[in-house]
């Protein structure tokens, strides 16, 4: 049982817009930045948002997140069928003193 | 280019120990924080552990799953990160990623990562 709950699963038709959220508690999202992850079948993940809301250099602006209380949002724009893949939240848990990750969220374009 | 290598990996019986290698070109190890994130198969991302610079202490920290039998350490002349593994058991079995970046009190964020090793846990 991960401690960041994310939902398994989302579907959406390509060109929409897709949000996932990540759900924790005062321990972890409430009081320290989220990244969110993007793992393609058979690669290593990928950072697309670090500190809530930041992108690195060469991710595009498809891309954003977004953090209020306890929750963090993966928000992609303009859908194409090579996002699909799984996406994971993680941020550090200041009781466990540790890193923690979402279970994961599988994205479909179709 | 950052390049992260993992090494090190296979298939190992319950009980036993194998050290992960990962060594890393194109930025400046010593001044890098380093964290093991492992992947059961066909699982979610576990993270492993933590490794702080000399620079800022060279702290290390665990989850609870290792705690104890797992032991992160660096070779800076080397630009090798190692994980220790020791008292391995089945549910180890994983793809263990090394990745930089801050991951502490405030946040945690891996911006680089290697193409992974695979450890087996198996009789």
């Known amino acids: 049982q991960s401690v960041l709950t994310q939902p398994p699963s989302v579907s959406v038709a390509p060109g929409q817009k897709v949000t996932i959220s990540c759900s924790g508690s005062?321990?972890?999202?409430?009081?320290?930045?989220v990244s969110w992850y993007q793992q393609l079948p058979g690669t290593a993940p990928k950072l697309l948002i670090y500190?809530?809301?930041k992108r690195p250099s060469g991710i595009p602006d498809r891309f954003s997140g977004s953090k209020s209380g306890t929750s963090a949002t993966l928000g992609i724009t303009g859908l194409q069928t090579g996002d699909e893949a799984d996406y994971y939240c993680?941020?550090?848990?200041?009781?466990?003193?540790?890193?923690?990750f979402g279970g994961g969220t599988k994205l479909t374009v179709l | 280019e950052m390049q992260l290598v993992e090494s090190g990996g296979g298939l190992v019986k319950p009980g036993g120990s194998l050290r992960l290698s990962c060594v890393v070109s194109?930025?400046?190890?010593?001044?890098?924080?380093m964290s093991w994130v492992r992947q059961a198969p066909g699982k979610g991302l576990e993270w492993v552990g933590r490794?702080?610079?000399?620079?800022?202490?060279?702290?290390?920290d665990y989850a609870a799953p290792v705690k104890g039998r797992f032991t992160i350490s660096r070779d800076d002349s080397k630009d090798t990160l190692y994980l220790q593994m020791n008292s391995l058991k089945t549910e180890d079995t994983a793809v263990y990623y090394c990745?930089?970046?801050?991951?502490?009190?405030?946040?945690?964020?891996?911006?680089?990562w290697g193409q992974g090793t695979l450890v087996t846990v198996s009789s």
């Open positions: 990745s930089t970046g801050y991951c502490s009190t405030g946040s945690c964020a891996f911006d680089n």
């Open positions: 194109g930025f400046t190890f010593r001044n890098a924080w």
């Open positions: 500190d809530n809301n």
């Open positions: 490794i702080k610079s000399k620079t800022d202490g060279g702290t290390t």
């Open positions: 993680g941020t550090w848990d200041s009781s466990l003193s540790a890193g923690v």
């Open positions: 005062s321990s972890n999202i409430g009081n320290n930045y």
